[in-house]
């Protein structure tokens, strides 16, 4: 592998036998390569647990493991510490199940540099390149592995979910257990903070004082009173005990976090924290406590049925009088056995495209199979491509690429969201391009994601591609040579031998008035 790729063994050394859950038969602690969120390298720490089960002649399946909450400080990183009591439990089912557990620290716990809370993108690549360094100390795997998480890790995993065929091919990625995660982030914390006498939640605490190093402009202080001023600071270095004793008896009143998120600049950050509602490629089982006091039952419910509205193979498992804690020791068997019946099955060839009988334009143009075009839908296509591309979420190329998309999901809603509910249906989609004009303005709101586009694999900066960039980065997405070839010519149109913004303008713009898998805009939209 090339000097500090993703995913890259830098060393290990045997974990200590007091961290071993049950079922381990060998440990290690390990320092692999990462990527920081915002661009460039950052290392990561992590363990690796093999279990003590007889291996099988095709090796043993891979479990990367996102743990809940534990803390924002070098101390609470668990292969310093080890993993709380619950988790030690779950992950030792998984170990008696015969999965090798491969589990991060998360980028900022345990090496230098601020752990980002709660922003699933910064996280989800830790998971999958621990999967990565765990399958190079020799351990006899095999190639499918699924992820694990839960509480802050059930949102990571969500995030892996979404980009993990992507971010790495190489790896045969079967599909996402999801444990009590924190979904629709406004509406969460809409619940939790709207009865001013009721209980400060523990996520509350270090949602806080996590954001500001994703929004470094975010300072939750004007917003709290002096005691809950008091329990953010804490929160920042204080591990997840200390943090939870602190809190006891204080209400949302006490701290000032009553109705949190109605407060001036927070809806925009809690959308930032939130699972985009897409159409996954690979199925997820979901899980839930019905007595859970931190993430509620009915939110991850209501998120079960979205996703499944999105066009995902979902399995939606409540626990009934289970608390946010206990839903890791319930029934983690069925979680395992869910796991080993996709990791049996033959390997998926592609993403399941959702059939129906609608205009096959509007088809492909709503990914998910659901009836509607969302901007949930744009904000997965952009970050898919910028993963596939190997940047990071947070870093400028990506962000520009990102924020090209969001631009233009807001010009198609303008034209084509006709009662403003902030989604497209068919008629709206098909009233729109029947009267659409070609001097509307339509190329101007696209040509910023076409001139991020053709930055992000402009590698010589001269503000075109090259037949060589463009491949590049098709590749990344998963075309073909022939694919990529085909769709080279057909971008092409001064045949300069280079692709220029005006052009991808144009290929933009000809896929969203008329999709169509062979129309060389396609790609974009994750659509050939």
Not at 62 to 91: C, K, M, Q, W
Not at 254 to 264: A, F, P
Not at 418 to 436: C, H, K, N, S
């Amino acid at each position: 592998m090339p000097e500090h790729a993703s995913g890259l063994l830098l060393d290990h050394e045997a974990l200590p036998v007091e961290f071993w859950p049950e079922h381990t038969a060998q440990a290690y602690r390990m320092l692999y390569a990462g990527l920081g969120y915002h661009g460039g390298p950052r290392d990561v720490t992590g363990m690796v647990l093999v279990p003590d089960a007889p291996v099988p002649a095709d090796g043993l399946p891979i479990v990367g493991y996102a743990h809940g909450t534990t803390g924002l400080g070098d101390n609470a990183a668990p292969s310093r510490v080890g993993f709380t009591r619950l988790e030690r439990e779950h992950v030792a089912r998984w170990l008696a199940a015969g999965y090798v557990v491969a589990a991060t620290d998360y980028e900022g716990l345990s090496t230098p540099g601020p752990h980002p809370y709660l922003n699933g993108e910064a996280v989800a690549d830790d998971v999958v390149d621990a999967v990565r360094a765990a399958r190079q100390l020799g351990v006899p795997t095999t190639g499918g592995w699924v992820v694990a998480g839960f509480s802050q890790g059930g949102h990571a995993a969500l995030f892996v979910g979404l980009m993990a065929t992507r971010y790495a091919p190489e790896l045969d990625f079967r599909g996402t257990v999801s444990l009590a995660p924190p979904v629709h982030l406004p509406l969460l914390i809409g619940a939790m903070t709207a009865d001013g006498s009721g209980p400060v939640s523990i996520l509350t605490s270090y949602l806080l004082a996590g954001l500001p190093i994703s929004h470094p402009d975010f300072d939750p202080r004007g917003l709290l009173t002096d005691a809950g001023n008091r329990l953010v600071d804490l929160a920042t270095t204080a591990p997840l005990v200390e943090v939870l004793r602190a809190g006891r008896g204080l209400t949302n009143d006490h701290v000032g976090t009553t109705n949190l998120h109605d407060r001036e600049g927070v809806p925009a950050l809690l959308d930032s924290c939130r699972v985009p509602v897409a159409r996954f490629d690979r199925p997820v089982f979901l899980t839930a406590g019905g007595a859970d006091e931190v993430v509620r039952l009915e939110i991850v419910e209501r998120f079960a049925d979205d996703l499944r509205a999105a066009g995902t193979d979902v399995e939606f498992v409540c626990h009934e009088g289970a608390s946010h804690g206990a839903v890791l020791t319930a029934d983690v068997d069925a979680m395992t056995s869910w796991a080993a019946g996709l990791l049996a099955a033959p390997a998926p060839t592609s993403s399941p495209t959702p059939a129906d009988a609608r205009d096959s334009r509007f088809s492909l143009l709503d990914p998910t199979g659901d009836g509607y075009v969302t901007r949930d839908d744009y904000e997965a296509f952009a970050l898919r491509l910028v993963q596939a591309f190997g940047q990071p979420p947070g870093s400028p190329a990506a962000l520009a690429v990102r924020e090209g998309y969001r631009r233009l999901w807001l010009a198609l809603a303008d034209r084509a969201d006709t009662d403003g509910d902030g989604r497209i249906t068919e008629a709206e989609f098909l009233a729109w391009i029947g009267a659409v004009s070609d001097d509307d303005g339509f190329d101007d709101e696209i040509a910023p994601l076409a001139r991020a586009v053709v930055a992000l694999a402009d590698d010589d900066i001269d503000g075109v591609l090259t037949e060589r960039e463009l491949r590049c980065l098709l590749a990344a997405c998963g075309l073909s040579p022939a694919q990529s070839q085909r769709v080279f010519a057909e971008l092409d149109l001064d045949a300069s031998a280079s692709i220029d913004t005006a052009e991808l303008v144009a290929a933009i713009r000809a896929f969203c008035l008329n999709p169509a898998a062979d129309q060389p805009g396609a790609w974009l939209f994750g659509s050939i």
